[in-house]
């Protein structure tokens, strides 16, 4: 009986942990920040040259890439890549990665 009580809390666990995964991996902003994983890291965490994004405040990414789009900022990449993007995707973009430890 206790085994059988184990399983059952240990199954119930499993599928709320499941579908904590799966609502994280839904969301548009999740979905919009991965074309961002490439050169940045893994939620931002840059491995390498390119500067890490994670953790920067909202207010400073928004203004970053608008500033990239409009061309106040220099770039290589990011003037072409941030014009892909609505004010309204920007904002979900940036509260994603100030989100990120
Ligand atoms: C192809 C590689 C690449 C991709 C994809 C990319 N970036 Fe960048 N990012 C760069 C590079 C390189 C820089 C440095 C500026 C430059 O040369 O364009 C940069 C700079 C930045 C900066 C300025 C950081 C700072 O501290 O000055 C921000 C903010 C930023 N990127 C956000 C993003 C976001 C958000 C995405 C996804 C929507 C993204 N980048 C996708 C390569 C990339």
């Known amino acids: 009986m206790r085994r059988f009580l184990l399983l059952t809390v240990f199954m119930f666990c499993s599928v709320a942990y499941v579908n904590e995964v799966l609502a994280m991996e839904i969301t548009r902003a999740v979905m919009l920040s991965n074309s961002c994983a490439a050169c940045h890291g ?32 220099p770039a290589t990449v990011m003037g072409r890549h941030a014009t892909g993007y609505s004010d309204e995707e920007i904002q979900l973009i940036a509260d994603f990665f100030s989100s990120r430890p």
């Open 42 to 73: 893994t939620d931002g965490r840059s491995p390498g040259a390119i500067p890490s994004i994670n953790g920067k405040s909202t207010q400073f990414l928004v203004q970053a890439l608008h500033d990239f789009q409009d061309g106040k900022r």
